[in-house]
């Protein structure tokens, strides 16, 4: 969604509040896609800062489903969000990239709202997830789920070479 500035950036100390809902069904990065539900709808709170610069702040809470590090059993995850961003309106679209400042999420006058969430979304994604702390993880050798129990492998770590000859002579028994 896109929202209009003019009007909050039209004089100074102004203070503009909205709730927005953001379109955001899905969240794909380097990791992968996972899907998202939006928990808590975007507060936003846009002020004047005046010199033409402008205050985004804001929070929101999605869910996610992201698989478990260990055993990849899908681990339903909360991401808050709290958003504190100065913007220069002064500053070109083009004087922005030179910066390396990050505010794509500016058009023109107009704030996007889904690419705003996304940019937090980026850098509040979580590094590590683990369905429970202590997941025992899958088996590298039969692939069982070992939270399960375990699955009788020999667990002392074979020369990757005389692991293919255990597994022909496990077989030809
Ligand atoms: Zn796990
Ligand atoms: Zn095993």
Redesign the pocket.
Known sequence: MLINLTDVLSCEEKVVKRTVETELKSFTADLGSFPLSEEKPLELTLTNLGDDKLLIEGSAEFRTVIP??????D?EVRIPLSISREVDMKQTAEGRIEDLDETDFIIGYNLDTEKLVYGELLVNWPMKT???ED???ICRKCGK?L?EGPCGCDTVELDPRMAVIAEIFKNSN
């Open positions: 478990c590090d260990r055993c990849l059993a681990v683990l369905c429970r997941c025992k993880g789920d939270n």
